[in-house]
Structures are given as C-alpha cells and as structure tokens.
C-alpha cells in the first residue's frame, strides 16, 4: 500500500542554519504530497503542498518540490528560527485517505 | 470562521469502559477523518467518511472501534472495552471533498484519552 517515510528526528540546529528534512513516498498511483506542521500545543496545520510532479509547495520560507523520479518530497528552508520548532510531519493522499510519515521533531536554537 | 471541533479535549477513564468521541468539521466540508497518534508515533490513519458512508475503514484496528456520520456532518468514533494501549491522541479533520482531486484537510485540536 501508499506510504511515507520521513527522515527520523529529532533535529536540532543554530538559528539561520539550513534545514532540509527527507521524505520519500510509495504510492501505485499519483498522489498529492503535503507537509504539515505541528507547533507546541497547537493541532496539526498544513505547511504546503504540490499535487503533481515538478510542482513546488512553498509557505513562510520553507519549499519543498514533487520529485517523481526519485520519489521524493523533501522539505528546505534557507535559515531556520526558533519559531519554526515544531514537529513536521510529511503525508501523501492518493484516494481519499491519507497516509503520514512518523514526524520530524525539529528544535531551534537561538 | 469555525475550524473542525473535537470534544471531549481530554477523557480519562477506566480499562473496560466504552468512551464516544466526538468531531464537529467545518460546515461544507463533505470528507472527514479520524486519526490515531500514539505517543511517540506517526499519525495513524483510521477511517475516512465521504458524506455519510466510509470507503475505507480499514485503518480501524479492532472491531471494538466503530464510527458513524449522521446527516454530513457530525461524526463520533466509539471504543468499546478500552484497552491501556488505546490511550492516544485521537484526531478528526475534514476537507471540501475526497477521493481524486485531494484537498488538504484541516484538523481539530484532538482529544486526548488516557485509560488507567
């Protein structure tokens, strides 16, 4: 079946550090890919999203760009900050139902 | 406007007992789903309603879990005979629609059940 695996946390950088977090995806069919964030306290909220492949999710600095060809959707922002700490959870959805990776616990430190 | 609704926002209870949980989505939105987050785990997906029917309800993990949709919108999921490995945080969400064309759903606060 359609799945997710995402690059195991936790991740810890310096503020204004480059941050990448992997996900690659299985799937039979041609799924869209989401990122989702989830903040201290907070529920979940989607980050960004791409519906086909060579599209490009971008939201509040992060991007992440649909690649068929390896598979992969992995999310990048140029310069972190604290309040980007959160655990970020990658997800794909193909017919209706949606599959997630384990999440990546990312901390920031100033 | 209002976001997906879920109540209780926390429930203890007994081992054995039954607990209902409830998910209000936001008005319009015809899909709506019920997750599973285990501490320390991924999401784990556990049904899918479009309207009122489930598709997919292959993600319960037991047949002590049950879930209905009434009129579109309200949907409660029910363990039966709470088990200690049953203490998670159990999350809804909802979307315009499912099935092709997958739009991002958008998700409560979750509830948080813990079973002594």
């Known amino acids: 079946g359609d799945s997710v695996t995402q690059m195991e946390g936790p991740v810890t950088l310096s503020e204004e550090a480059f941050l990448t977090i992997n996900c690659t995806y299985t799937?039979?069919?041609?799924?869209?890919l989401f990122w989702y964030v989830q903040y201290p306290g907070e529920g979940l909220q989607l980050l960004l999203k791409?519906?086909?492949?060579?599209d490009k999710g971008s939201n509040k600095g992060f991007e992440a760009t649909y690649r068929k060809e390896t598979t992969s959707f992995h999310l990048e922002k140029g310069s972190v900050q604290v309040s980007d700490s959160a655990v970020y959870f990658c997800?794909?959805?193909?017919?209706?139902?949606?599959?997630f990776g384990a999440g990546t616990r990312l901390t920031v430190k100033p | 406007g209002a976001g997906v609704s879920q109540s209780p926002s926390n429930k203890v209870t007994e081992k054995g007992k039954d607990v209902e949980l409830r998910c209000d989505p936001i008005?319009?939105?015809?899909?709506l789903y019920w997750y599973r987050q285990s501490l320390g785990q991924g999401l784990e997906f556990l049904i899918y309603?479009?309207?009122?029917?489930?598709?997919?309800k292959s993600g319960l993990p037991s047949d002590r879990f049950s879930a209905e949709r009434t009129g579109g919108s309200v949907s409660t999921l029910t363990i039966q005979r709470t088990q200690q490995e049953d203490s998670a945080v159990y999350l809804c969400?909802?979307?315009?629609?499912?099935?092709?064309?997958?739009?991002?759903?958008?998700f409560g606060d979750g509830t948080r059940l813990s079973i002594l």
């Open positions: 008005s319009g939105h015809t899909a």
């Open positions: 799937a039979t069919g041609y799924p869209s």
């Open positions: 309603f479009q309207g009122n029917s489930a598709p997919d």
């Open positions: 791409a519906t086909k492949a060579d």
């Open positions: 969400a909802s979307s315009q629609r499912g099935g092709t064309g997958v739009q991002p759903q958008h």
């Open positions: 997800a794909l959805s193909d017919t209706g139902d949606m599959r």
